[in-house]
């Protein structure tokens, strides 16, 4: 099984910057494509970023898109999000997924692990 470490959240200001980590363990980390959602108290846990198996491909919701970057580093079994331009309705805790199928998808069911997630609040 894949096991799966969400850090880096914290609390900043609007308009800062945040950088979270998704460090991997098991099998193969170059095997799954990985995902980033996010979950506000109350609300549906919500698709942010996805990126493939190799690193070559990269989907964003359209609340995130020109805001935060996905990307990852297979010899680092790690995964990163880097948010910029922080707004307050990115406050959420951050959930890091894997996912095996190499298909692109959005929808959190698809994917087959999950990190404990990294509570970001952002003030404004």
């Known amino acids: 099984q894949v096991q799966l470490v969400e850090s880096g959240g914290g609390l900043v200001q609007a308009g800062g910057s945040l950088r979270l980590s998704c460090a991997a363990s098991g099998r193969a980390f170059s095997n799954y494509a990985m995902g980033w959602f996010r979950q506000a108290p109350g609300k549906e846990r919500d698709f942010v970023a996805h990126?493939?198996?190799?690193?070559?491909?990269?989907y964003y919701a359209d609340s995130v898109k020109g805001r935060f970057t996905i990307s990852r580093d297979n010899a680092k079994n790690t995964v990163y999000l880097q948010m910029n331009s922080l707004k307050p309705e990115d406050t959420a805790v951050y959930y890091c997924a894997a996912r095996y199928s190499g298909i692109y998808s959005k929808t959190s069911t698809e994917y087959d692990y999950w990190g404990q997630g990294t509570q970001v609040t952002v003030s404004s």
């Open positions: 990126i493939s198996t190799s690193g070559g491909t990269t």
